[in-house]
């Protein structure tokens, strides 16, 4: 890939109904991400561009690494549960929301304390009844925002102090304090999001602090610069862009996730894209426990 291209798909006879949640695997030398609707997991690895797909039995938001472990901590439609691909098996750890059953998980990365924040949405895409959630390495949960309709993201600035966390429908990236212990506060505005800009979803962060942020609905990714101010967008040939994330040795690989739904006509949607961004990612701790 040249910088004249700038984006190439990654050729697999599938696509993602709903690809998301894209996260770089250095010890595996792979990429994991997740196809919701389709209740998938998928991997790719970087050196043979080899692609494997695993079947869960529930619509699935996430999946990331556990620190010095084989398996992985995954957030369902049921809760946050433990997962293991060869051999597959899954253990629910528990559902933070059982009082609103009409809720899934829907995205979540690690703080670099090791930390799982991830956020819940109504399925049906209605009502306000999303959370934001802190997993911690005892596996104990705790709520620590409320309200949202769709939530995604989140990341975090390169020195772990601000945590960035959207609201999709409401066309809003928030940004809070993060403190060492592990508590939100000044919870603030980061970017609103222009009419014609459709719908924040999933975003990483650079070596700069650059907030990269794919648009639902608008075929594109973009970077905020650390003050919320735009710098520049990359065009997606699909229209449903979900998620990012930097990846290889260097963290100078990045690819993009998307949706076929809501795509008819569109050849690419729900494909996986490497984009020549120009930029490098932050390193990520795996989850703690």
């Known amino acids: 890939m040249t910088r004249d291209s700038q984006v190439r798909v990654i050729p697999r006879e599938s696509k993602d109904i709903l690809g ?7 010890t595996r030398n792979a990429i994991f ?76 990365k690690t703080d670099s304390a090791g930390r799982i924040w991830a956020g819940s949405m109504d399925d049906n895409e209605i009502a306000a009844t999303g959370a934001l959630y802190r997993l911690d390495p005892d596996l104990r949960w705790s709520r620590h925002d409320d ?22 429908l409401l066309g809003t990236v928030f940004a809070f304090d993060l403190s060492e212990i592990g508590e939100l506060r000044n919870k603030r505005v ?13 975003m990483t962060t650079d070596s700069e602090g650059g907030i990269w942020i794919a648009h639902w609905g608008a075929a594109r ?3 905020f610069r650390p003050d919320g101010s735009f710098d520049r967008s990359i065009p997606i040939p699909a ?17 993009v996730t998307t949706a076929a739904r809501g795509c008819d006509g569109q050849p690419l949607a729900g494909s ?12 990520s701790r795996p989850f703690a426990g």
């Open 147 to 168: 309200g949202y309709r769709v939530t995604n993201g989140p990341t975090f600035s390169p020195d772990g102090r601000t945590m960035y966390h959207t609201d999709s």
């Open 190 to 202: 980061f970017v609103q999001f222009e009419a014609d800009w459709g719908y924040p979803d999933g």
């Open 33 to 108: 991400w997740v196809d919701i609707y389709g209740q998938r997991v998928n991997r790719l690895e970087l050196e043979t561009e080899t692609f494997t797909s695993w079947s869960v039995p529930e619509r699935i938001g996430w999946v990331l690494e556990r620190e010095g472990r084989d398996d992985f901590i995954a957030g369902l439609k049921s809760g946050f549960a433990t997962l293991s691909l060869d051999p597959f098996s899954m253990v629910l750890i528990g559902n933070p929301e059982p009082d609103r059953p009409e809720n899934r998980l829907n995205d979540g």
């Open 221 to 223: 990714i973009s970077r």
């Open 239 to 255: 229209s449903n862009v979900t998620s990012v994330v930097f990846a290889g040795a260097e963290l100078d690989r990045m690819f």
């Open 272 to 283: 996986l894209f490497e984009v020549n961004a120009g930029a490098c990612g932050c390193p």
């Open 20 to 26: 998301e949640g894209p996260i770089w695997s250095p």
